[in-house]
């Protein structure tokens, strides 16, 4: 087991830290949490120290030596927003313990289930050059570095009889889904199948034009499964899967259906990854033994950053933005309906397109009503997942398709939707938003070379400290290209790491903390019987 091996600055984009300020709150490894006050310099006798203050629980104060890293580390919250620790309280050391031989006990059953992985055989995909390079030849846009880099290294992986586990990496819309294209059309010219799986229908429905379109023309015959799939395309399917006469499908999970069954399936693509539970994506990986899994994200989970950062999974970033991308102008306001009207009119006097977004059904209805009321001058559509899946996916369909010029829906569009004409955007209640969710939402505009607009309509006081008017305030300051790296490293600090075998995703993993977390995690891994060996072959 080798730790991670990402170079710096992919490193630095998954895990960089801004620097410590006073009002942190931090973990001293003997005396618990606390709220960092600062250093300063002091004469003791002879000898010149640097003392770090720690504020603790009640008024508890320590000064002394202490090296962040090494005594104590980063929690990854404001101070303000916890119960510190009392100093000397005695409680510390005991849960302190607890908690590290929990972490040690998952990380260890996470290494044995990757011993299980590296000791299963896969099947080497090598395609033939010839065919692989016209694939290549038909991409409309010349790959970023980042892309060739990551498509370079799936490739290798997928070479291996070592089954391939890679995370992919890369902010809302630069360009993973190319990369995803060309495995499948790797897998498919060596003789195999593929699964691609997506959270939403709507995004299997996407994914199946696009990789139709880029792989039919080459032999690679492409099929879709999921709710929207009538019985006989399904029976078609499903006959075709046995057979081996397609070879990529793209679906739900529906996927997961035990009536499917294939004839040579060797590499699954897992799509936004982070909108699947750790039991679908186990079901996903087991779906044939030794088969290639590529998981893609633009932001991963804390669990799945946990894992990259110990070597557990390798990992691939793209940080390259495509040429001509400009950032979106992000601005925070109080809820106004007028000024919701007056932004989509602007977008729609441009020929664009403009979303409005609720965090409830709730709130769908009531803007739907008003607009009612109001006889706009736009066309729009709704969508939310209480209605039928069939009728929700034709109207996001046909808002892709340009028939409508906005779409009133929940978060249900912020996985995937790729409309270059949609460039406006307003979020009913953002604050009722989480930090990656709102990072997926913008990632549905500015896709094209026009200017684009998100407004956070919120109704909390903006102007009294909390948590969610900090969070929408550092969402609008992180608003620069490939901001989602920023924005996940934030994300992570807020919801800790998680457990790292099981299935939640969001906590602290109790009062350790992201340093101390990430600390222990990879002195334990590095520890390990098969790390030692790593090293010494290395």
Excluded at 54 to 79: I, Q, S, T, V
Excluded at 475 to 493: L, N, P, V, Y
Aim: glycine share 8%.
């Amino acid at each position: 087991m080798a730790l991670s091996h990402l170079n710096y600055r992919d490193h630095d984009l998954l895990f960089g830290e801004d620097a410590l300020e006073p009002g942190d709150a931090v973990v001293h490894f003997e005396h618990g949490l606390a709220r960092y006050d600062g250093r300063m310099d002091c004469d003791i006798g002879d000898v010149d120290q640097t003392l770090t203050t720690f504020m603790y629980r009640d008024g508890g104060k320590l000064m002394l030596p202490a090296r962040e890293g090494e005594d104590f580390w980063r929690f990854g919250a404001p101070a303000d927003s916890l119960t510190l620790d009392r100093l000397k309280a005695g409680d510390w050391l005991k849960r302190r313990d607890e908690m590290i031989m929990e972490l040690r006990e998952s990380a260890d059953r996470m290494i044995e289930i990757d011993e299980a992985r590296r000791s299963t055989d896969a099947v080497p995909l090598k395609p033939k050059a010839k065919a692989y390079g016209a694939v290549e030849a038909d991409f409309a846009h010349k790959p970023t570095k980042d892309q060739d880099r990551a498509i370079r290294a799936v490739l290798q992986d997928m070479g291996q009889t070592t089954p391939m586990d890679r995370l992919l990496v890369g902010d809302v819309g630069f360009g993973k889904t190319e990369v995803a294209v060309r495995a499948a059309a790797a897998a498919a010219l060596s003789g195999h199948q593929v699964i691609v799986a997506a959270p939403t229908t709507v995004l299997a429905r996407q994914h199946f034009n696009t990789f139709r379109t880029r792989l039919e023309d080459h032999g690679i015959k492409v099929a879709e499964l999921s709710r929207l799939t009538t019985a006989e395309d399904r029976a078609a399917t499903l006959d075709g899967l046995n057979s081996g006469a397609i070879a990529v499908v793209i679906g739900t999970q529906a996927l997961l259906d035990d009536a499917i069954t294939f004839a040579a399936l060797a590499l699954v693509i897992i799509d936004e990854e982070q909108k699947f539970g750790e039991e679908q994506k186990t079901q996903l990986r087991h779906l044939a033994p030794g088969v290639h899994v590529l998981s893609m994200t633009a932001t991963p989970i804390p669990r799945s950053l946990a894992a990259a950062e110990v070597g557990l999974v390798d990992v691939s970033v793209v940080a390259t933005a495509p040429k001509n991308r400009r950032p979106v102008e992000t601005r925070l306001c109080a809820r106004d309906v007028d000024a919701v009207l007056q932004a989509v009119e602007t977008e729609t006097a441009r020929d664009g397109q403009s979303y409005i977004v609720c965090p409830r059904v709730a709130g769908v209805t009531e803007l739907d009503a008003i607009l009612k009321t109001r006889k706009v001058g736009f066309t729009y559509t709704i969508a939310h997942a209480q209605m039928p899946d069939e009728e929700m996916a034709a109207a996001m369909l046909s808002f892709m398709d340009g028939d409508v010029d906005v779409l009133l829906s929940t978060s249900i569009i912020e996985s995937g939707l790729d409309n270059g004409r949609a460039n406006t955007m307003a979020v009913w209640n953002a604050d009722r938003f989480g930090l990656s969710q709102l990072h997926q939402l913008r990632g549905r505009i500015g896709r094209s070379q026009l200017p684009a607009h998100m407004l956070l309509m919120t109704g909390i006081d903006l102007d009294t400290p909390g948590e969610a008017a900090d969070r929408l305030t550092a969402f609008c300051e992180m608003s620069e290209i490939g901001a989602g790296f920023r924005i996940a490293r934030k994300d992570r600090d807020i919801r800790g790491f998680g457990t790292l075998d099981g299935t939640e995703q969001s906590g602290q993993m109790s009062r350790l903390g992201i340093g101390l977390y990430r600390h222990i995690l990879k002195h334990h891994i590095g520890m390990t019987p098969r790390a030692a060996k790593t090293r010494k072959a290395s």
